[in-house]
Structure formats: C-alpha cells, structure tokens
C-alpha cells in the first residue's frame, strides 16, 4: 500500500539518503549518491520495485519512533502482544563506501522479527544476482554490488526473488545488519562494526548540532529542520540538493513532477539563508565554491539547476508500468533540463507506457542473541574492520569527527543569534 510522504523518516550520509516508512520499510534508497539509481523504489513503485523491511512478523506501523538526540539516527518501537522491540536505522558517515545499519533490540518479552531485503537495481528494473560468502549474502548486477551482513545466528534465506530474515530478540538482546555497497569490479569495501558507527554517528551530530546559535523559541524544532537541511548537503562538492527523491507530484495527480535530486539554485539559496543565520558558516564556504565552478565558463548561460558534482548536463527518462504516487499520476524517474533562469524549465515527466523505456541513467551516475562479543567474528577470512563512520583503525582513527566533511572540525562559536522581537 502507497505511504503519504510524511509517514517516512529521513536518514543519509551526506552522499545520499534512505526513507524508511513507519511500518518499518525503506522504500527509496539510491547508491552512491543522491542522483544515483534507485536501488529500493517502492516509494514511486511498489514492493516488487525494490525495498528493505524489517519488524516484528505480522505487524503493521510502528507504536511509536522518534530521532534519538540532535541526530539523524532513526529509533522505531514496536509493542507487541509477546513484548516490544525497537529498530534503530541510520547510515554513518562515511569515508568510501556507504552503509545502511540497522540495529534491532529487545526491549521486553520476546518478539519473532522477520526482514525482507528485495534489491532492484537501475529503478527496479534489475533483479540483482544473489550468492553468499562466508555467510554473507552479496547481490551483484552490473557495475553495482551489495554485501548483506548479519549476526551469525540469524537464519537467512531466498523467497520470491527476495532474501528473507527471521530471528528473536528477547530483553536485552541484539541482532544488528549492515548493507554496503560498492562497485562490482572492486575488492570487497572495508567492514564498518555497527555498533560503534551507531556511537560516532551520534557523536558527530551532536557535536554538529552543538555549534547551533540560535537561542530563542522552539530551538528544538529548528534544530532538527537544520539536521535535515545538513543531511541534504553532498559533502564531496558542497552542492545541496533541493530533496533526495524525484517524481513526487507538486499536487497530488498532477503532472509536475520534478526531480528534486539537483542542485536548485532557489532551494539551495534558501537552504543558506537558515544555515548561515544559525552560524554554519563553513557549509556556506562549501556551496559558495561549488557555485564558482558550476557557472565557469559563461555566467549568462546560468541555469535554475545544476548536478551535484556542478555539471550543467541533464537528461530524461521513464519506467514504465510505475503506479508513481496518489495515482493516477506520472511515474518514473522525471528528471529535468533547465534554461536560463529568466525562463521556466522545460522538465519532461515520465507517464506510464508501453513502450520500453531509453536506455542510459541519470546524470552525475557514477557506474538474536546478545550482542556478540566481536562484530569481527563473523566478518570474512581476512577483512579488516574498520572504526565507526567508515573510519581506518588504529590510533590516527581516535577521532569522532569524519575526516572529509566540510565545515568539521567545527570552528569556535560566535555569539548566539537570536531572533528580532517581533
């Protein structure tokens, strides 16, 4: 069944960004980056287009969740009529290769937890080739490949071109998961423990949140749009994308629907406005010359949009058959191609049809039981873990804060704003 929009929560890396639903689903996903192709698309689709979900067997929405601390790092609850579990989802900061954590702990009683991991790559529209490796399953399709990591007691299995997870969580109890990607021509990526990543990430968003000046009514609130606004910034430029989603419809049935994984200058100018009043100066820095190098060349020929490594190029694609969102609505991926910004964008949406859809991608695609005593201890013969956030061990890795962020380590802070009296 279709989710309204605002019955999903929002966590990423600042390279791209999951929306998982309240009934415990992650129904979009795209990796590497923002712009990248779907890989769970449920979200404009539906379940056989690709989604992640992971609740107690036979349940339906979440009792309760909510952000843990100034962070990105999602907390579902589930009370159930054997006791109550609660899934922790967050994506650390990464350094190469990203990951997708969730974490799974036993509150009360005991609860059966089924997850259900159905990969579609390019949009739903590969069904990945499966296997498993020293207990891993690993999904290989083209130039995209993921590792699916769990404790080793917890049974997985194929079903209907799906793999299937069952376990029990008791008081006390957890059952972690990690889903990584990284190109299929490439080495097995390095081994995130979830359980300290879940510890750094926290850390580096309070630490983030911290340098906030605002001090005046409902500071929690702006907080968290800032969070938000931050989880939409693509470290490696400094572009920042207007949402991490495309095609959802401006009005409900309507037709346009843009996407929103570019960098609009309108929305990234007033994503600055907030961030710079609340004293992130540095993420201002950071867009500021990712401005210079997208208008180089020839400054009249400004565009409303731009990608987010600051090219200009853009392209259209369908897929057909999607039932898109509120149908009956365009589907697919609806990407647009901008004129000058005196002009209005001439976007072409993707509708349903019959007809095979273009080949190419979007543009800037870059091709339970207790907590085991090591997270290593069911890694592969021969991994070499790595700290929280995508972090190498060892003493240079001491630091919580990620080492390519822009605007870390955090300057020190001026005198607080606050708001004129009104």
């Known amino acids: 069944m279709a989710q309204h929009i605002d019955d999903y929560a929002l966590i990423g890396d600042h390279q791209t960004a999951a929306l998982i639903s309240r009934h415990g689903s992650i129904d979009w996903l795209c990796l590497p980056r923002f712009d990248s192709p779907a890989c769970f698309a449920a979200l404009l689709g539906g379940p056989d287009n690709g989604h992640w979900r992971l609740a107690p ?10 952000y843990l601390d100034d962070s990105l790092v999602l907390e579902s609850v589930w009370e159930t009529e054997t006791g109550t579990v609660k899934v922790i989802d967050f994506m650390p900061q990464r350094d190469r290769a990203p990951d997708v954590v969730r974490i799974v702990e036993g509150v ?8 259900v991991l159905r990969l579609r790559f390019d949009y739903g529209r590969i069904v990945p080739w499966m296997r ?3 207990g891993h399953r690993i999904a290989i399709a083209g130039p995209d490949s993921v590792w699916l990591r769990s404790e080793p007691e917890v049974h997985t299995y194929g079903k209907d071109f799906s793999t299937r997870s069952e376990f029990t969580v008791s008081a006390g109890d957890q059952v972690a998961f990690v889903l990584t990607w990284h190109p299929s021509h490439e080495p097995r990526p390095r081994l995130v423990d979830p359980y300290d990543s879940l510890h750094s990430s926290l850390a580096d968003w309070r630490e983030w949140a ?6 005046g009514p409902h500071r929690d609130a702006v907080i968290r749009s800032l969070i938000t606004l931050k989880a939409l910034t693509y ?5 920042i994308v207007a949402a991490p989603t495309t095609s959802l419809p401006e009005q409900l049935g309507g037709v346009r629907n843009w996407d929103y994984r ?3 200058l309108r929305d990234s100018t007033l994503t600055l406005n907030a961030l710079l009043r609340a004293g992130y100066h540095e993420e201002a820095a950071a867009w500021r010359d990712w401005l210079l190098r997208a208008i180089a060349g020839d400054p009249a020929e400004l565009q409303i949009m731009y990608g987010l490594g600051a090219s200009a190029d853009s392209m259209s694609m369908s897929c057909p058959g999607w039932r898109g969102t509120s149908a009956p609505p365009p589907s697919g991926s609806a990407t647009a ?7 209005t964008s001439t976007a072409r949406c993707s509708t349903p049809s019959t007809s095979p859809a273009p080949p190419g991608c979007p543009p800037n695609h870059t091709p339970g039981r207790s907590r085991p005593r090591s997270w290593t201890s069911w890694s592969p013969p021969g991994a ?6 995508g972090r190498s061990a060892g003493p240079a890795a001491t630091s919580s804060t990620p080492r390519s962020w822009p605007g870390w380590p955090p300057t020190a802070p001026s005198a607080p704003w606050r708001p004129p009296p009104s």
């Open 337 to 343: 191609r901008s004129t000058s910004a005196s002009s």
């Open 57 to 66: 067997k036979g349940a339906g929405a979440c009792t309760r969740r909510g």
């Open 108 to 115: 009360s009683g005991s609860v059966e937890m089924l997850g």
């Open 132 to 134: 498993r490796t020293d």
């Open 262 to 264: 570019y960098c609009w």
């Open 235 to 239: 470290a490696p430029s400094g572009g």
């Open 384 to 389: 070499t873990p790595t700290r929280g956030c």
């Open 210 to 215: 911290a340098r906030c000046r605002y001090e």
